[in-house]
């Protein structure tokens, strides 16, 4: 198992402190962390989502924009990572919800295997007690104090504290949401039951939605991109009867939810994560190409028109 997941995000961000203007965002001490704004009050920008979408992933993918497809005339964001589990759930994933009574925000990054609080790290351990910890917060104001000793009572004291902040409602904040094509695919296997272990590689591609006025609308914009939008490939090595069992269970069709916008589901059950179908958060099309067989095998379809509405083109 890879380690050292909070060093490699830091060396990403230590980076984006040197380019800090280039970018567009701006870098503050806040309580005992270094807290790097990509969108909450500086603009932030294309790179800048590149950059923070490669920090959560722990530099062990690759994100970038494509030019627009056949389904919608926007930019596509494509993953490639040759280390899922590592990169996607050990690191990426946003299983840390940081709530305080003034601050909220979802937190994704290498942290997370950090705390090893969730029990995904009891059945992957990660071995992160260096001297850096890094975090992504999808959030629409900076971290207070209150919400920084939060996260610092689940890391080692020691360690110096890199939080990057963007709300979904940025430029910054819409690219890192939409790059999480590869890691909702590992997620949702990981959920039925399936060997994430036994997958070797991932790639994914998603339209990048306009960048919403607010981030509730922004929230709806990005998850139909993953839902209707994106298709994933993973290679794996594994008998092709568990993927003929696994597989229709995969992608977004698998959920009675499927077909409609997910800003209507979200309204729906009062702005609840929790309280929506769990089979709904998947990529719209999940392609698995078996190492072992040499077969591959589709799942899934994808929704252009629901795109078209959801992003207002």
């Not at 003034?102 to 937190?107: S, Y």
């Not at 790059?179 to 991932?202: C, N, Q, Y």
């Given at each position: 198992m890879l380690n050292q997941l909070n060093e490699r995000s830091a060396r990403i961000l230590q980076n984006a402190v040197s380019n800090a203007d280039d970018l567009r965002i701006e870098v503050s001490q806040l309580a005992q962390a270094k807290v790097l704004d990509f969108g909450v009050k500086s603009p932030g920008g294309i790179e800048a989502g590149?950059?923070?979408?490669?920090?959560?992933?722990?530099?062990?993918?690759?994100?970038?924009?494509?030019?627009?497809?056949?389904?919608?005339?926007?930019?596509?964001?494509?993953?490639?990572?040759?280390?899922?589990?590592a990169a996607c759930l050990q690191s990426q994933y946003a299983g840390w919800k940081i709530a305080t009574d003034d601050f909220f925000a979802m937190g994704s990054g290498p942290m997370r295997a950090a705390a090893a609080s969730e029990e995904l790290f009891d059945e992957f351990p990660a071995q992160e007690d260096g001297p850096v910890c890094?975090?992504?917060?999808?959030?629409?104001?900076?971290?207070?104090?209150?919400?920084?000793q939060t996260v610092r009572e689940k890391l080692t004291k020691h360690a110096e504290l890199f939080l990057a902040v963007a709300p979904t409602a940025s430029q910054a904040g819409n690219i890192q949401v939409v790059a999480r094509s590869v890691e909702t695919a590992m997620h949702k296997l990981h959920e039925l039951k399936f060997p994430v272990d036994v997958i070797v590689s991932g790639t994914g591609t998603a339209p990048l939605p306009p960048v919403a006025n607010d981030d509730?609308?922004?929230?709806?914009?990005?998850?139909?991109?993953?839902?209707?939008?994106?298709?994933?490939?993973?290679?794996?090595r594994c008998e092709d009867e568990l993927i003929e069992e696994i597989g229709p269970q995969t992608p977004s069709n698998s959920s009675s939810s499927h077909g409609q916008s997910f800003l209507k589901l979200f309204k729906e059950a009062n702005h609840d994560f929790y309280a929506l179908d769990k089979a709904l958060f998947s990529p719209a099309v999940v392609i698995f190409h078996n190492l072992t067989s040499g077969r591959s095998l589709r799942f899934g379809t994808l929704m252009p028109e629901l795109l078209h509405r959801s992003f207002g083109m």
């Amino acid at each position: 198992m890879l380690n050292q997941l909070n060093e490699r995000s830091a060396r990403i961000l230590q980076n984006a402190v040197s380019n800090a203007d280039d970018l567009r965002i701006e870098v503050s001490q806040l309580a005992q962390a270094k807290v790097l704004d990509f969108g909450v009050k500086s603009p932030g920008g294309i790179e800048a989502g590149l950059v923070l979408a490669r920090t959560c992933m722990a530099g062990l993918g690759h994100v970038d924009l494509h030019a627009a497809g056949s389904l919608i005339d926007v930019p596509q964001v494509f993953v490639r990572t040759d280390h899922p589990l590592a990169a996607c759930l050990q690191s990426q994933y946003a299983g840390w919800k940081i709530a305080t009574d003034d601050f909220f925000a979802m937190g994704s990054g290498p942290m997370r295997a950090a705390a090893a609080s969730e029990e995904l790290f009891d059945e992957f351990p990660a071995q992160e007690d260096g001297p850096v910890c890094v975090g992504v917060l999808e959030a629409g104001s900076l971290p207070t104090e209150a919400a920084i000793q939060t996260v610092r009572e689940k890391l080692t004291k020691h360690a110096e504290l890199f939080l990057a902040v963007a709300p979904t409602a940025s430029q910054a904040g819409n690219i890192q949401v939409v790059a999480r094509s590869v890691e909702t695919a590992m997620h949702k296997l990981h959920e039925l039951k399936f060997p994430v272990d036994v997958i070797v590689s991932g790639t994914g591609t998603a339209p990048l939605p306009p960048v919403a006025n607010d981030d509730l609308a922004g929230i709806g914009r990005t998850n139909d991109s993953i839902l209707y939008g994106s298709v994933v490939n993973l290679w794996v090595r594994c008998e092709d009867e568990l993927i003929e069992e696994i597989g229709p269970q995969t992608p977004s069709n698998s959920s009675s939810s499927h077909g409609q916008s997910f800003l209507k589901l979200f309204k729906e059950a009062n702005h609840d994560f929790y309280a929506l179908d769990k089979a709904l958060f998947s990529p719209a099309v999940v392609i698995f190409h078996n190492l072992t067989s040499g077969r591959s095998l589709r799942f899934g379809t994808l929704m252009p028109e629901l795109l078209h509405r959801s992003f207002g083109m």
